[in-house]
């Protein structure tokens, strides 16, 4: 079994600390991505929002509209 000298660990941990730097570079990546994405469709959301009223203004106007019973 290999000694466990002070050198060896401390090359264990400058890989580890290389590993971590990297996941939180990877992280910070994915972020960016996830944000974009909400962006995206939150962006859509809003059009398909508009298109729905435009929608039932036609609809509205056409008389395809049920009127409500009261």
């Not at 939180?24 to 962006?39: A, Q, Y």
Request: glycine letters at 4%; charged letters at 35%; proline letters at 1%.
């Amino acid at each position: 079994m290999a000694d466990v000298t002070n050198e060896l660990i401390y090359e264990v941990l400058k890989q580890v600390q290389g590993d971590v730097a990297q996941i939180k570079f990877d992280l910070r990546e994915v972020k960016h991505r996830i944000t974009s994405l909400e962006e995206g469709v939150a962006s859509l959301n809003r059009r398909m929002d508009r298109l729905e009223d435009r929608v039932e203004r036609i609809e509205s106007r056409m008389g395809l509209v049920d009127q409500p019973l009261s």
